[in-house]
């Protein structure tokens, strides 16, 4: 069984977006934190399962059930019903990736509870803008 955790930050001060996701699978942990060029920290939320998922399929791990955990309440609204009236497009990606497992759920999390995930992206953040002050 893998565990999956996904947020999403966006600076639109900076014009800086940050995805991250952390897997737990097999008592490992594979993690990663990525810029993204969008303004919409919704669509971002999406992004990141949606990475996460592909990053899962591409190391062939998508035969056991995926845990999805996110902070996120409509990324996870939308999953339940399929449906979402502003991230449609993204979402059947999203859905069409999950076809790749036997099975997944999806439960909403506090941010408390997705710390791992968050650090990543504050933590991505501080170093784009470290970086990009030089």
């Keep these: ?20 996701y952390v897997i737990k699978r097999n008592n490992k942990i594979y993690q990663d934190a990525l810029h993204q060029d969008n303004q919409d920290n919704h669509y971002l939320e999406f992004l990141a399962l949606k990475i996460a ?22 990324v996870i609204d939308s999953l339940d019903k399929n449906y979402s009236k502003n991230y449609q497009p993204i979402l059947d990606d999203i859905l069409s990736e999950l076809e790749n497992f036997p099975e997944y759920f999806a439960k909403h999390i506090a941010d408390k509870d997705n710390r791992a995930a968050h650090t990543l992206v504050h933590q991505e953040m501080l170093k784009i803008r470290t970086h990009s002050d030089k």
């Design 1 to 20: 069984m893998i565990k999956l955790y996904t947020d999403a930050g966006l600076n639109t001060n900076l014009n800086l977006g940050v995805v991250s």
């Design 53 to 74: 998922l592909q990053k899962i399929i591409e190391n062939h791990w998508n035969d056991e059930i995926v845990l999805i955990h996110s902070d996120s309440q409509i």
